[in-house]
């Protein structure tokens, strides 16, 4: 799963990576840098807005802002955003929460980078311990693009809009799997076209843009518990943790992946 995810750049170089061609963001909903994003949070998100009668065409990249926990628009209210920050790239296509998202509102997230949790060893008849986390990023440095759906939603004919995304998982790929059995899908830079393109996509190409990303697109490191608490907030939060003889050491992750 994918519950926690850094944001820290500027909207400038999201523009410049995604190959943004409109900013709607009003002031209130620029965000700052930030490290620990949960869900129901607001993030940003790039989709293509397509012109009227031109549902063949690329359509521009416009980006936005979005609660975090898809909220489809048959929904009785925003509450059951808490339960859809992830959608399960297995099943999406059988899913009503978002099979019709997956057909036509597609969303790339950009991202820092990403925690995941490890369980901690269990000792000779005891329960394991405290999970550990971990941060996973890009690693050439840029930015990540994952893979997301939106729906729109409101509480009545007079309400205002409200846009929510969900965060696409998939299987662990070698990097990933000593930590969990899932992660977001991170989309190569050559599918972003493809995912933002609408209509529905064959089967084949749904399934390669879905995929694990290659094991060399992420390093991946230990970092510190206070990131376990979701209030928590800074730089800090993503910085590598020290060795040391009372930490664990990240022995079981590839030894080229080691910060």
């Known amino acids: 799963m994918c519950g926690r995810f850094v944001a820290s750049r500027p909207v400038e170089e999201i523009v410049e990576q995604f190959a943004v061609d409109e900013v709607r963001l009003p002031p209130e909903l620029l965000p700052g840098p930030r490290f620990n994003i949960a869900p129901q949070d607001q993030v940003l998100g ?3 807005v397509v012109p009227e009668g ?3 065409a690329p359509g ?6 979005y609660r975090w ?5 048959w929904a009785k209210d925003l509450r059951v955003g808490s339960r859809a920050f992830n959608a399960r790239a297995e099943s999406l296509a059988e899913r009503p929460m978002f099979r019709s998202a997956l057909e036509r509102r597609r969303l790339i997230i950009p991202a820092d980078a990403f925690y995941e949790w490890q369980p901690s060893p269990a000792a000779a008849g005891r329960r394991p311990g405290r999970k550990r986390p971990w941060c996973f ?17 409101r509480q009545g004919p007079e309400s205002e809009w409200v846009t929510t995304c969900t965060i696409i998982t998939t299987g662990a790929n070698a990097l990933m799997a000593p930590v969990h059995d899932r992660m977001p899908v991170v989309l190569a830079p050559e599918g972003y076209e493809a995912w933002l393109a609408p209509g529905k996509l064959a089967g084949g ?3 390669h843009l879905l995929s694990p990303p290659p094991e060399d697109l992420l390093v991946a490191y230990r970092v510190g518990d206070e990131v376990n608490s979701s209030r928590a907030e800074g730089p800090q939060l993503a910085e590598p943790l020290e060795e040391s003889s009372s930490e664990p050491s ?10």
């Open 46 to 48: 790039v989709r293509a």
């Open 60 to 65: 521009e990249r416009r980006l936005g802002a």
């Open 69 to 73: 926990g898809l909220v489809p628009s």
């Open 250 to 259: 990240p022995s079981s992750l590839p030894a080229r992946r080691r910060p």
């Open 54 to 56: 031109a549902e063949a």
């Open 137 to 153: 990023k890009a690693a050439d440095g840029r930015l990540l693009g994952l893979a997301g759906l939106y729906a729109l939603w």
């Open 205 to 207: 190409e749904l399934a």
